[in-house]
């Protein structure tokens, strides 16, 4: 636990520096996700139960992902209304799961509301909804798994909306498994597609240049340069 809680604490001091050099939304954002982490590392710390901290993971994990589509999203300008909603949802976010450290109950209502909010408004606004009829396959897989993240997290903000406090059991198992597993995952295998891919066709490259060498020194420094810079 302390170890979390300093590696969140430094993190925020980092996403810190990148708002004072870069004050945009989407670093703003980010930098909110970092606090939220930090904040729920220190209750945890201080002995708070994980269904009360546990909500503070979730934004955490929201808004850094929502940050980063943000920032990818400045390719299509948004317009002032769109910019205002998506700060509002990101607002009632963490209203909410300050509320939820106090009541539990209102306060998880509050971060279904925003959950769905953010899910919609991505589902509405984010690149990927454009790039779901791409011509090129891998675009349109990094957008199907984009836009099933945001599914999952529309599934898990109607939990917390419907129910509430939610202490433990198959519910309340349900909703971290939406947020954790389905909305992480999916951004996962989304995001670093296209970066696998490339470091796939990089090695397969690798492995065609050294074939052409005999000398096993010569096959040695080549891969090590190339690992370097790749």
């Known amino acids: 636990m302390v170890l979390m809680t300093l590696a969140s604490a430094g993190m925020l001091a980092i996403l810190g520096v ?3 050099r870069e004050p945009h939304p ?3 954002i980010l930098a909110l996700g970092g606090l939220a982490w930090a904040i729920g590392n220190g209750l945890w710390l201080f002995g708070l139960p994980l269904f009360r901290v546990v909500l503070w993971w979730i934004a955490f994990l929201t808004l850094t992902i929502a940050g980063e589509r943000l920032e990818l999203n400045r390719v299509f300008p948004l317009t002032l209304r769109q910019r205002l909603l998506y700060q509002g949802w990101v607002l009632i976010l963490l209203l909410g799961t300050g509320i939820a450290t106090f009541d539990l109950g209102t306060g998880s209502r509050l971060v279904g509301v925003a959950l769905l909010g953010l899910a919609f408004w991505l589902l509405r606004f984010d690149l990927a909804r454009r790039n779901l009829r ?3 396959p891998l675009p349109r897989y990094i957008a199907l798994c984009l836009c099933s993240g945001y599914l999952w997290l529309a599934l898990a903000g109607g939990i917390f909306l419907y129910q509430g406090a939610l202490y433990a059991g198959p519910v309340y198992d349900a909703a971290l498994h939406a947020v954790f597993v389905g909305f992480v995952f999916s951004m996962i295998f989304g995001q670093f597609g296209k970066s696998l891919l490339s470091k796939i066709k990089s090695n397969l490259f690798l492995s065609f240049i050294l074939s052409s060498f005999k ?6 420094v080549l891969s090590f340069e190339f690992s370097r810079r790749f």
Do not use: A, D, G, S
Request: net charge positive; glycine share 0%.
């Open 215 to 220: 000398t096993q020194p010569v096959k040695i």
């Open 18 to 20: 990148m708002v004072r």
């Open 26 to 28: 989407h670093t703003i």
């Open 134 to 136: 791409h011509p090129q």
